[in-house]
Nanobody, 129 residues
Framework: QLVLVESGGGLVQAGGSLRLSCTVS????????VAWFRQAPGKEREFVAA???????????DSVKGRFTISRENAKNTENTVYLEMTNLKAEDTAVYYC???????????????????WGQGTQVTVSS
């Protein structure tokens, strides 16, 4: 079982930057893809970015491509951290951001929320215009 904890959310002005962190913990070594999704009030959850276990493959939604960067540190066998660096933030980026892990496709990131087995509680990002 994996436990995911997000941090780094907050209030920022349009054009500003934030870095979100997702700490992924498990009792034994394992490989998994990690993705970020977001959900704005009144809207469905949408894919933002994903990264495979080695970091060699990433994917981004068109709405964040060129502004957001996903990366990861696999410093420990049982605890890894995935980052989402967000720059040039816009009001429409306001949402609760969730990280999620997919243990079945560790080398091929997927954009489908149903493919992800474990989810964090989310962190709020608010961009003021």
């Amino acid at each position: 079982q994996l436990v995911l904890v997000e941090s780094g959310g907050g209030l920022v002005q349009a054009g500003g930057s934030l870095r979100l962190s997702c700490t992924v913990s498990r009792h034994t070594f394992g490989t998994y893809t990690v993705a970020w999704f977001r959900q704005a009030p009144g809207k469905e959850r949408e894919f933002v970015a994903a990264i495979n276990y080695s970091g060699s493959s990433t994917d981004y939604s068109d709405s964040v491509k060129g502004r957001f960067t996903i990366s990861r540190e696999n410093a420990k066998n049982t605890e890894n951290t995935v980052y989402l660096e967000m720059t040039n933030l816009k009001a429409e980026d306001t949402a609760v951001y969730y990280c999620a892990a997919d243990i079945h496709r560790p080398w091929m990131p997927t954009i489908t929320a149903d493919d992800y087995d474990y989810w964090g509680q989310g962190t709020q990002v608010t961009v003021s215009s």
